[in-house]
């Protein structure tokens, strides 16, 4: 099992960046797949990023692609996003979730088993 603590969110104007990082609790980070969600007020929570085991293969968003990046350092146990060239769009709450898979990254909410409690993301126009 893994507990799931993110940081970084805040208010920024649009074209500027944010990081956000993502902690994980255990010594088994290294067997998840990690991935970024966020969720605007009245919609659905959608997918932002994600990352193999290895941080080798990543998968984005179309609305993201080319702006945001996930990482991570499994020796620190922390899943990184770093957004540029924010949009007012991109504004919500951004939510660091974790599986334990092997191979094929997945875009879909219901695949992830831990979540983190999420930060807050706000792009002013």
């Known amino acids: 099992q893994v507990q799931l603590v993110e940081s970084g969110g805040g208010l920024v104007q649009t074209g500027g960046s944010l990081s956000l990082s993502c902690e994980a609790s255990?010594?088994?980070?290294?067997?998840?797949?990690m991935a970024w969600f966020r969720q605007a007020p009245g919609k659905e929570r959608e997918f932002v990023a994600a990352l193999s085991r290895s941080g080798s293969t990543t998968a984005y968003a179309n609305s993201v692609e080319g702006r945001f990046t996930i990482s991570r350092d499994n020796a620190k146990n922390t899943v990184y996003l770093r957004m540029n060239s924010l949009r007012p769009e991109d504004t919500a709450v951004y939510y660091c979730?974790?599986?334990?898979?092997?191979?094929?990254?997945?875009?879909?909410?219901?695949?992830?088993?831990?979540w983190g409690q999420g930060t807050q993301v706000a792009v002013s126009s």
């Open positions: 979730a974790a599986r334990a898979a092997l191979y094929s990254l997945s875009r879909n909410k219901d695949s992830y088993n831990y």
């Open positions: 255990g010594r088994t980070f290294s067997s998840y797949q």
